[in-house]
């Protein structure tokens, strides 16, 4: 846990950065405002929802699990039928509590900036041993930046494949994971103890 003492302020600063483009990219920039489409006869939708009583959760239609303990042949036919009609994810929510999911993003943006912070320590010279000098901006841009674009570009890829998201969402999606993984290397880059 030595990196700690000599990483915390850019694993803060970091952390804090990516957090902070996060929030702008949400809600200043408005890139995101089209990620999704309008429920047709939106009105009608909730009262169903409502009158049916669904709890807030994720449900998926039809449920897949119908499928298992069928034969080969009857999974089949059930399969077909299931393609032929609407397919899809169905997510309620809870109430929202905007100051308690924004901390808990930025613990996510911590412990993010923290197994950075761990990878670049035993990944780049840091100064503690003998003739050890800190390494160029470059290196740690390049070695850190590529560690933050993969925590913040790749995590939910294939969930993004799986379910469907627009295209459109995906890059939006991989162009905020993209910002906030080269802050990070910057932040830490320039940051690096000597």
Not at 77 to 100: C, F, N, T, Y
Request: net charge positive.
């Amino acid at each position: 846990m030595d990196f700690l003492n000599s990483l915390w302020l850019p694993i803060v600063a970091s952390a804090s950065a990516a957090w902070i483009a996060s929030a702008l990219a949400w809600m200043v920039i408005g890139h995101h405002k089209r990620d999704w489409k309008e429920i047709p006869n939106e009105q009608e939708f909730i009262a169903v929802v409502k009158r049916m009583g669904i709890a807030p959760g994720s449900y998926g239609f039809p449920e897949f699990r119908r499928l298992a303990g069928m034969s080969k042949a009857g999974k089949q036919a059930k399969w077909d039928e299931m393609q032929k009609s609407p397919i899809g994810l169905l997510r309620v929510w809870g109430p929202i509590h905007m100051g308690r999911n924004m901390l808990l993003t930025l613990v996510v943006t911590l412990v993010v900036s923290l197994l950075i912070g761990y990878l670049g320590w035993q990944a780049l010279p840091h100064g503690t041993a003998a003739g050890e000098a800190r390494p160029e901006f470059a290196k740690s841009m390049q070695v850190l930046g590529t560690a933050g674009i993969l925590a913040y570009c790749f995590a939910g890829l294939q969930n993004d494949i799986w379910f469907q998201r627009s295209i459109r969402e995906i890059v939006t999606g991989l162009i905020d994971g993209v910002v906030c993984g080269l802050l990070t290397g910057a932040v830490f880059a320039w940051l690096w103890p000597a």
